[in-house]
């Protein structure tokens, strides 16, 4: 069962950047498409970004052009680079995996996922 801790998180200013990280381990992430999720105070779990295992993006409306999902495959991680960060974009953030290698944003599709890591955005 391949574990995801995610990193990166904490507070950033409104207009700043943060770069979150998810790594992999006890098993390999060969094959896996990767995602981030985000849930805000209060608000249902979102989509947000999600990678294939050959680099495929999919980026929910709100955050293209300001975030970017990659991952280094020999090293197991993922990231996900947030630039011109919004107040509303204030959540915990989870990393998913799936073996199906899907990069949609139905949350149900992905069999992996992390504890999360916090990112708050002052205004």
């Known amino acids: 069962q391949v574990q995801l801790v995610e990193s990166g998180g904490g507070l950033v200013q409104a207009g700043g950047s943060q770069r979150l990280s998810c790594a992999a381990s006890?098993?390999?992430?060969?094959?896996?498409?990767m995602g981030w999720f985000r849930q805000a105070p209060g608000k249902e779990q979102e989509f947000v970004a999600a990678i294939t295992w050959r680099g495929y993006t999919y980026y929910k409306d709100s955050v293209k052009g300001r975030f970017t999902i990659s991952r280094d495959n020999p090293k197991n991680t993922g990231y996900l680079q947030m630039n011109s960060l919004k107040p509303e974009g204030t959540a915990v953030y989870y990393c998913?995996?799936?073996?199906?290698?899907?990069?949609?944003?139905?949350?149900?599709?992905?069999?992996?996922w992390g504890q999360g890591t916090q990112v708050t955005v002052s205004s």
């Open positions: 998913a995996a799936n073996t199906a290698d899907y990069v949609g944003d139905y949350a149900k599709r992905y069999n992996n």
């Open positions: 006890g098993g390999t992430f060969s094959g896996f498409a």
